[in-house]
């Protein structure tokens, strides 16, 4: 992209929401070599209908300003290691590291049994080769999805992700809730994970409820549910974002946990009644979700990315918004439905 169509980008140029027609969940987006790249859950996919082994899986698309999204393809052919694994594979991210793009998936049963893989491209558009091995076992997480690579700013790499905690306290204000929450892991390669997680978030509130009495592991739990982490660094202390809820309802949205070290203790402050950055817009934009975070074409300003059902509930699509970084914390406009332009100022004072 020119400078100048940068430049004109930057300062009047507006989007509409959703900005790909198609169904394209769980999106991951990222900047490389001044091209924008999207990677996300396809309906198959998410439907635990994948293709047959060597068929291609992730919808992939490319952009030059966000806005406007062409399909390139699928990031990877569905591996080969047969169908014990299932057919669910579920919201990829990729990193890069060393002139390498690892991408980062589930693959599962259903809403059973997923495990976490990574595949390995010399291209950002792949295409993607899984590296033949597991990065969690069942032995260690019944089920463990939405893995987000996170590097921090001395380099080293940690992998956040989703995963599930059958124990409970007694109900009281503030008490730990069974259901899927999120942890990390340091990385001891791009490939590998090191020993030892470190329980990031756990649920605590009614609206990150999943399902009331859900038979599940033989038992029947108050489920609830916290995923699609995605981390970001400001001003020194590390904000993890992630979607709660049931993720086809009204009551799912985004809200955020801080610490001063990247494996906390992350403090969880002003979410208690519902999320602060998306939630639902009724009759508009429904259930908007797992986000993830890039810089616009300004060079300066974050945009969030997520996906979120239309008012008819026929498709998650891709939505982006800018999030603004306020003296109170990370705010959003979204999600929005109408049209907006990148000359939009922010909700609060600038830090």
Not at 14 to 35: I, Q
Not at 102 to 128: C, E, N
Not at 218 to 246: A, N
């Amino acid at each position: 992209m020119s400078n100048s169509n940068t430049e004109a980008l930057a300062s009047g140029a507006s989007y509409v929401n959703p900005v790909h027609p198609a169904y394209f969940a769980d999106p991951f987006v990222w900047k490389h070599d001044g091209v924008y790249y999207a990677v996300g859950t396809g309906p198959q996919e998410a439907a635990g209908h994948a293709a047959e082994s060597g068929e291609g899986i992730f919808p992939m698309l490319e952009s030059r300003d966000l806005v406007h999204w062409f399909p390139i393809g699928r990031a990877m052919r569905k591996p080969e290691f047969g169908a014990a694994h299932g057919d669910s594979f579920w919201a990829p991210e990729v990193a890069y590291h060393e002139g390498r793009f690892f991408l980062y998936y589930s693959v599962g049963l259903g809403d059973q049994g997923h495990h976490l893989r990574v595949a390995v491209s010399t291209s950002p558009g792949g295409p993607y080769h899984d590296t033949g091995s597991a990065l969690t076992s069942s032995s260690e997480w019944l089920f463990a999805i939405d893995p987000h690579p996170f590097r921090d700013t001395d380099g080293r790499w940690y992998l956040f992700f989703a995963a599930d905690f059958l124990d409970s306290e007694p109900p009281g204000r503030g008490s730990i809730r069974a259901g899927t929450a999120l942890v990390a892991q340091p990385l001891e390669s791009m490939t590998k994970l090191t020993e030892g997680s470190h329980v990031v978030l756990r649920a605590r509130h009614d609206w990150q409820r999943f399902e009331s009495d859900r038979p599940i592991y033989g038992g029947r739990y108050d489920w609830h549910t916290l995923e699609g982490p995605c981390v970001r660094k400001h001003l020194g202390r590390y904000y993890c974002f992630y979607s709660g809820g049931r993720w086809e309802t009204e009551g799912y949205g985004v809200d955020y946990v801080v610490a001063d070290h990247v494996l906390g203790p992350y403090a969880e402050t002003g979410g208690e009644t519902g999320p602060r950055i998306l939630k639902t817009q009724p009759g508009r934009m429904l259930g908007p979700g797992h986000n993830s975070l890039v810089e616009g074409p300004d060079g300066k300003t974050t945009f969030i990315v997520y996906h979120a059902w239309d008012a008819g509930k026929t498709a998650r699509r891709l939505c982006i918004d800018p999030l603004y970084w306020g003296l109170d914390g990370p705010s959003s406009p979204g999600p929005t439905w109408t049209r907006q332009s990148f000359r939009n100022g922010p909700l609060s004072p600038q830090v």
